[in-house]
């Protein structure tokens, strides 16, 4: 078997490691970051313990690593549940960069991705579009992958068109020269206990390991070890008890969303940023 070092013979983890350390991206000291989306980088289900009602999240724990690189580092999050791509890069993203990050995060798509009439090269196109304005306004940008949704049910039906926007956003960066969080192939994010009971947003821990994957995206080395290693197995729940949890999920959290979806709602209507202003980021 050879390598893509032209060796042959068993894999060499030393080698594997200096490849890594060649393709991964120089970090830079930001000192601004903005980040703009959707529920995911609002940071459901990611409970702020000093404010109820309040998410912290992915975006808010990578702002938390960033900062320990530099003194005077501030943070905004202009992220609203339910936002669709149009909504994330023409409104929030424009308000952002008046903000003068010199890094943005953009991650939409995801809600455009359930409707079934979703046009997955269109919205591709529209991210790109985004991406070049944030670029030239002098911002680095990272992105992210949708997650594999191979394991999820009703949910894996929109795999395709998720498969389809993860290649598009890997062209997008490689054009534009932007960093991915590359979550379709994290493999802790196919265990259901880094999720939670809506089956659409992450938990704490997700929302952790998440941010580890970000800050490794953006070139550094996460000092905790632990992120990527999968938690203990536990047994496997029968099928009756699959079952009923299948029916109990779509009562609780998918009849909602299609009632909110025909009248014409969305959960994050009458919402605002939890972070309109950079402002040193929490402690975490």
């Given at each position: 078997?050879?390598?893509p070092?032209?060796?042959t013979?068993?894999?060499?983890?030393?080698?594997s490691?200096?490849?890594?350390?060649?393709t991964?991206?120089?970090?830079?000291?930001?000192?601004?970051?903005?980040?703009?989306?959707?529920?995911?980088?609002?940071?459901m289900s990611?409970p702020?313990?000093?404010?109820?009602?309040?998410?912290?999240?992915?975006?808010?724990r990578l702002a938390?690593?960033?900062?320990?690189?530099?003194?005077?580092?501030s943070?905004?999050?202009?992220?609203?549940?339910?936002r669709k791509l149009?909504?994330?890069?023409?409104?929030?993203?424009?308000?952002?960069?008046?903000l003068?990050?010199?890094?943005?995060?953009i991650?939409?798509?995801g809600?455009d991705?359930?409707r079934?009439?979703a046009?997955?090269d269109?919205?591709a196109?529209?991210?790109e579009?985004?991406?070049?304005?944030?670029?030239?306004?002098?911002?680095?940008v990272l992105?992210?992958?949708?997650?594999d949704?191979?394991h999820?049910?009703?949910?894996r039906?929109?795999r395709g068109?998720?498969?389809?926007?993860?290649?598009?956003i890997?062209?997008?960066?490689?054009?534009?020269?932007c960093?991915?969080?590359?979550?379709?192939?994290?493999?802790?994010?196919h265990?259901?206990?880094?999720?939670?009971?809506?089956?659409?947003?992450?938990?704490t821990?997700?929302?952790?390991?998440?941010?580890?994957a970000?800050?490794?995206a953006?070139?550094?080395?996460?000092?905790?070890?632990?992120?990527?290693?999968?938690?203990?197995?536990?047994?496997?729940?029968?099928?009756?008890?699959?079952?009923?949890?299948?029916?109990?999920?779509?009562?609780?959290?998918?009849?909602?969303?299609?009632?909110?979806?025909?009248?014409?709602?969305?959960?994050?209507?009458h919402?605002?940023?939890?972070?309109?202003?950079?402002?040193?980021?929490?402690?975490l």
């Amino acid at each position: 078997m050879t390598d893509p070092t032209g060796t042959t013979g068993p894999s060499d983890p030393t080698a594997s490691a200096r490849r890594t350390a060649r393709t991964r991206p120089q970090p830079r000291p930001w000192r601004r970051y903005v980040a703009v989306g959707d529920s995911f980088t609002e940071g459901m289900s990611d409970p702020d313990p000093e404010q109820a009602g309040r998410y912290v999240g992915w975006a808010d724990r990578l702002a938390a690593l960033l900062s320990a690189q530099v003194d005077d580092f501030s943070y905004g999050n202009l992220a609203i549940r339910g936002r669709k791509l149009e909504d994330v890069v023409g409104r929030q993203l424009p308000a952002a960069l008046e903000l003068g990050p010199d890094l943005v995060s953009i991650v939409g798509g995801g809600n455009d991705i359930l409707r079934p009439r979703a046009d997955v090269d269109a919205l591709a196109a529209r991210l790109e579009e985004a991406v070049a304005e944030a670029r030239a306004a002098g911002a680095d940008v990272l992105l992210a992958t949708p997650t594999d949704p191979v394991h999820a049910p009703v949910i894996r039906r929109t795999r395709g068109r998720a498969a389809v926007y993860t290649a598009h956003i890997w062209s997008i960066a490689q054009r534009h020269d932007c960093s991915v969080i590359h979550q379709w192939g994290l493999e802790f994010l196919h265990d259901w206990r880094m999720w939670a009971e809506d089956r659409i947003h992450l938990t704490t821990e997700g929302h952790r390991r998440v941010a580890l994957a970000a800050y490794e995206a953006l070139g550094h080395d996460p000092a905790e070890a632990d992120w990527q290693v999968p938690l203990p197995p536990q047994p496997a729940p029968g099928r009756l008890e699959t079952v009923r949890g299948h029916a109990q999920w779509a009562r609780t959290y998918v009849a909602p969303w299609v009632q909110r979806r025909l009248q014409g709602r969305s959960s994050g209507d009458h919402l605002d940023p939890k972070r309109p202003r950079p402002t040193p980021p929490p402690r975490l």
